[in-house]
């Protein structure tokens, strides 16, 4: 159900989790998407709270845990606020970093997400595009819920070193829309805007042709 890997560098222990198996979304790069459609999924479900005391007891000295949109989008997980609230009781708590569409939560959750992020945290939204763009790739991705997601937790979190990213991912249907959605970002409150190319997972008729990536940073202001 959870995928999980350490990785250590220096004075960095950092937990990649997966908190449920919960995702709304059917990326067609993602393997939960092609694992449903070979009739391999495992089942749907949480991770049990006495597995994630475990894993963050203080004997194991996390200093960064990472909800990474692996196999699940985090923000559908039924736990993880509760996770957030049992880190925020541990004394060397680690610093968060959560990956996310922002697709499908209502206001409320959003504040009480925020009530519960400390100051060195990280929210990433995975937005590729822009209303017309985004669902193309994150399959059944509702763009008012995503600008809702992202004006909220703007309105109700805002650390002193900043901590919401747009993480756009860069395909051949949406690479014009670059210098657009930069200033969207900046507009919203981002602290960063991150443009990346398309990876291995990338299906062919979406990898990036029509420009290179140099080209595409000259599209991109400083922020």
Same mark, same amino acid.
């Given at each position: /159900? #959870?995928?999980?890997?350490?990785?250590?560098n220096?004075d960095?222990?950092r937990l990649?989790i997966d908190?449920?198996? =919960?995702?709304n979304?059917?990326?067609?790069?993602c393997?939960?998407t092609r694992?449903?459609a070979a009739?391999t999924?495992?089942?749907?479900?949480?991770m049990?709270?006495?597995?994630? +005391?475990?894993?963050?007891?203080p004997? @194991?000295k996390? *200093?960064d845990?990472?909800? @990474?949109f692996a196999l699940?989008d985090?923000?559908y997980s039924?736990?993880i606020?509760?996770?957030?609230?049992?880190? @925020?009781t541990? %004394?060397?708590?680690p610093r968060i970093?959560?990956?996310?569409?922002?697709?499908?939560r209502k206001?409320?959750w959003?504040?009480?997400?925020?009530s519960?992020?400390? #100051? =060195?945290d990280?929210?990433d939204f995975?937005? %590729?595009g &822009?209303?017309? *763009?985004n669902h193309?790739?994150r399959v059944?991705a509702?763009?008012?819920?995503? /600008? &809702?997601g992202a004006? *909220?937790l703007?309105e @109700?979190w805002?650390?002193?070193n900043?901590?919401?990213?747009?993480r756009?991912?860069?395909?051949e !249907?949406?690479?014009h829309?670059v210098?657009?959605?930069q200033? &969207?970002a900046?507009? &919203?409150g981002?602290? +960063?805007? =991150?443009a990346i190319?398309? %990876?291995?997972r990338?299906?062919k !008729? /979406?990898?990036?042709k029509? +420009? *290179?990536?140099?080209?595409?940073?000259?599209?991109?202001?400083? /922020?």
């Amino acid at each position: /159900m #959870q995928g999980l890997n350490w990785s250590l560098n220096g004075d960095t222990r950092r937990l990649n989790i997966d908190s449920s198996s =919960r995702c709304n979304l059917s990326c067609p790069g993602c393997g939960r998407t092609r694992s449903i459609a070979a009739g391999t999924n495992g089942s749907i479900e949480d991770m049990p709270m006495e597995y994630f +005391k475990a894993l963050v007891r203080p004997e @194991n000295k996390i *200093t960064d845990l990472t909800y @990474n949109f692996a196999l699940s989008d985090p923000i559908y997980s039924g736990v993880i606020l509760d996770q957030i609230a049992h880190l @925020n009781t541990l %004394d060397d708590r680690p610093r968060i970093q959560v990956s996310t569409n922002a697709s499908g939560r209502k206001p409320k959750w959003w504040i009480k997400f925020a009530s519960l992020l400390g #100051q =060195r945290d990280r929210v990433d939204f995975a937005i %590729d595009g &822009l209303e017309d *763009t985004n669902h193309i790739y994150r399959v059944n991705a509702k763009w008012d819920s995503v /600008m &809702l997601g992202a004006k *909220t937790l703007r309105e @109700n979190w805002n650390p002193p070193n900043g901590g919401m990213v747009w993480r756009y991912v860069i395909f051949e !249907h949406n690479y014009h829309q670059v210098p657009e959605a930069q200033k &969207l970002a900046k507009e &919203l409150g981002f602290n +960063k805007f =991150r443009a990346i190319v398309g %990876d291995k997972r990338t299906p062919k !008729h /979406m990898i990036l042709k029509s +420009k *290179t990536w140099e080209e595409v940073e000259v599209d991109l202001s400083e /922020m």
